[in-house]
């Protein structure tokens, strides 16, 4: 059994670290459900996603993962959110899983921006300054031609996303839904990590007013504020992480890596 920062006995527990969007979708959905949760860091940046104990919670050795008090553990963000909703009403309000009508309009939000958004996003984000910066990489030139198609990719999908719901201010209308909280910390990511990378193209908000319109609304529900003050609470912890520890913690794949990248370059990285 787990407990929350008072001591007190906890139902359930986040694993994973705040500035992950995947981990702050699942505490987005649990708080706006009124689902308590403690939370537990487990950080990929200092190599203890990859460790046995979180392994045994995630052999895929991501985060997050969620355990409940009945031990049922269970990982991958969308996986979590559709698990909750399924065994707490409270959460059917953003993932309506007993109407299948309501439900396949959400579920057809979630999957495109699953494929054609986040996972592409976070892709741009790791090759084009993430890793290059953390392990040092020069692969100033290959990184910037990668980071131009991709955002010409992500910025048409998150086009004919913003262009085909009803943003009212959230995607299918006055109330937010299990979507509308993935694209806020897909937006939140972008915009925190565009500083702290020097990428100011990965903010996707500059120069878009509904999706500013958008997050805007998102940042106002009490949920949010809270995630956010976490995020920034975390951000000196998750910043050393990054920049000092991770090339450490990762040698071992980084040398195999950096093999691989100089065959394929022709030039050291
Ligand atoms: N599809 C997964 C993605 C989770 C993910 O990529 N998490 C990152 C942190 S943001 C992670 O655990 N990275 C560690 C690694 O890939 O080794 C989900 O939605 O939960």
């Known amino acids: 059994m787990t407990t929350d920062h008072h001591g007190h006995r906890a139902e359930r527990t986040l694993y994973g670290f705040w500035l992950s969007p995947y981990v ?3 505490a987005h959905l649990l708080k706006e459900a009124e689902l308590g949760f403690s939370y537990a860091r487990v950080s990929p940046f200092t190599g203890d996603t990859m460790g046995d104990q979180h ?4 052999p895929l050795g991501k985060v997050p993962s969620l355990v409940e008090a009945d031990g049922l553990i269970i990982s991958e963000s969308q996986a ?3 698990y909750l909703a399924r065994r707490y009403p409270a959460a ?3 993932y309506p899983c007993d109407d299948p009508l309501r439900c396949a309009e959400v579920d057809q939000l979630n999957d495109f921006l699953t494929f054609s958004i986040s996972g592409p996003f976070f892709n ?3 090759v084009g300054a993430y890793y290059p910066q953390a392990f040092r990489l020069k692969t100033e030139q290959e990184s910037r031609i990668f980071s131009i198609l991709s955002m010409v990719m992500i910025k048409g999908a998150v086009g004919r996303l913003v262009g085909g719901s009803r943003m009212a201010p959230f995607l299918l209308g006055a109330e937010p839904s299990l979507p509308d909280f993935h694209l806020f910390h897909i937006l939140e990511l972008g915009k925190t990590f565009s500083g702290m990378f020097e990428m100011p193209t990965i903010n996707l908000l500059t120069g878009d007013a509904v999706l500013q319109k958008f997050y805007d609304s998102m940042s106002e529900r009490p949920s949010t504020r809270e995630i956010l003050a976490e995020q920034v609470a975390e951000r000196p912890l998750t910043e050393r992480e990054i920049f000092e520890e991770f090339g450490k913690a990762h040698e071992a794949l980084l040398k195999q890596g950096r093999v691989g990248l100089r065959a394929m370059f022709g030039h050291e990285v």
């Open 55 to 58: 392994r045994t919670r995630n």
């Open 92 to 94: 059917q309000r953003f």
């Open 24 to 26: 702050s979708l699942v």
């Open 124 to 126: 741009w984000f790791v």
């Open 80 to 82: 979590i959110c559709r």
